[in-house]
Every structure is written in structure tokens, then in C-alpha cells.
């Protein structure tokens, strides 16, 4: 069955970075892009951006734009969004979510980063 | 970027009801709107994509409807386990976004 695995939660300070990875099985991973959306704490969901398994590319938020990366690793099946400069407001659970063309259809369970 | 909103932003149906929510695009997006149900503490589930067309599993008492900028979900008879809340999003043009979304309760 198709399953997207997320790594464990982060805290981290102002101004670091965070790399959360999405680890994907039962599928054939490129052959589906994947999303990354995010949800702060009691808010809605945030789109921050796409990428192709197939050959890297991707489509970023304008709001990220500049402090964002999303890559694959296709050997391992596994996706990756760091997210750089975090503030404060970067709170939020990050999800990693199977696409259908961009649609995000298999979700994983989500990664608590924690910014303080 | 197009803005999505959702009427009502919470809603209140007893078991068996049949319950509406509405979605309004700032600019048409053509027939690229997707609904989510989202349980507490879980992450989103995708119900329906490209306005109407169901997921694979998901119960048929799920439907959507609409174009341009007007698109409904409809849940013909409401169940327990329907409490949730229900986002759409704009898959037309990025950033692809969400509604702000629309919490249903049970009576």
C-alpha cells in the first residue's frame, strides 16, 4: 500500500534551518510528483510548493521562493524539504503528500517544526 | 494568487442531514478545485478532484459540482464520522491554494 513516512519533530532557533524528509514505498516513486503543504498551529493549509520525481523540477510559493529547497533522492525513494532563515511564525506541522499531476492525494503523517 | 473562499466557515447537521458547502475562486480556475476532509489530529484526505470526480474508497454520499469560480461539495447524508473539516484548493494556477476552510459539527 502506499505509504509516505516523515521524519521525526524539530525544534529549532531562529535563523536555522530544517530538513524534513518523506520517505515513500509502495509505488513507483517517479512516477508521481510530490507536495509539501504546511499548518500552523489551529490554522488552515498552506501550499508551499511541488516537485517532480521524474526530473527535479519544481514549482515553489512566491512566499518561499527565496528560502526554500525541495529535493529527491530517487535511490532511496525518499523527499526532502529544507526551509532556511526560519522565524517564529514557521511554527507548523509540515506534510509531504503523493501527487496526482500537482493534486496531493496520499498524504504522510506530518512533521511538528517547532521554532523557539 | 488566487484566493479561495469557503461558506459557511462552520456548520452545525445532525446524522442523516444533507449538508452543502461552497467554494468561491477570486478568478475562474476552469474545473481544477479539489476537496479535502481533514479529522483532528490527522492529515488531510483527499475526497474529490477536478471538481467532481471521487476517489477511489471514498463514499458515494460525497459529491461536487461547479466551474469557473463556483464549485460545491455536497454530502447527501451526513455520518458520524464526518466530522472534520473540509478545505478546497485551486489546482489552476500556483501557488496552488487552500480555502480557509469550513469545520462541520454534528448537532
Known amino acids: 500500500q502506499v505509504q509516505l513516512v516523515q521524519s521525526a519533530a524539530e525544534v529549532k532557533k531562529p535563523g536555522a534551518s530544517v530538513k524534513v524528509s518523506c520517505k515513500a514505498s509502495g509505488y513507483i516513486f517517479s512516477n508521481y510528483g510530490i507536495s509539501w503543504v504546511r499548518q500552523a498551529p489551529g490554522q488552515g493549509l498552506e501550499w508551499m510548493g511541488w516537485i517532480s520525481t521524474n526530473n527535479g523540477n519544481t514549482i515553489y510559493a512566491q512566499k518561499f521562493q527565496d528560502r526554500v529547497t525541495m529535493t529527491t533522492d530517487t535511490s532511496t525513494y525518499t523527499a526532502y524539504m529544507e526551509l532556511r532563515s526560519l522565524r517564529s511564525d514557521d511554527t507548523a506541522v509540515y506534510y509531504c503528500a503523493r501527487s496526482i499531476v500537482v493534486v496531493p492525494e496520499y498524504w504522510g503523517q506530518g512533521t511538528l517544526v517547532t521554532v523557539s | 494568487d488566487i ?40 492529515a488531510p484526505n483527499l475526497l474529490i478532484r ?27 447524508s451526513l455520518e458520524p464520522e464526518d466530522v472534520a473539516t473540509y478545505y478546497c484548493q485551486q489546482s489552476y494556477s500556483p501557488p496552488y491554494t487552500f480555502g480557509q476552510g469550513t469545520n462541520l459539527e454534528m448537532k
Open chain 2, 3 to 42: 484566493q479561495m473562499t469557503q461558506s459557511p466557515s462552520s456548520l452545525s447537521a445532525s446524522v442523516g442531514d444533507r449538508v452543502t458547502i461552497t467554494c468561491r475562486a477570486s478568478q475562474t480556475i476552469s474545473s481544477y478545485l479539489n476537496w479535502y476532509r481533514q479529522k483532528p489530529g490527522k
Open chain 2, 50 to 76: 477536478a471538481t467532481s470526480t471521487l476517489r477511489s474508497g471514498v463514499p458515494s454520499r460525497f459529491s461536487g459540482s461547479g466551474s469557473g469560480t463556483d464549485f460545491t461539495l455536497t454530502i447527501s
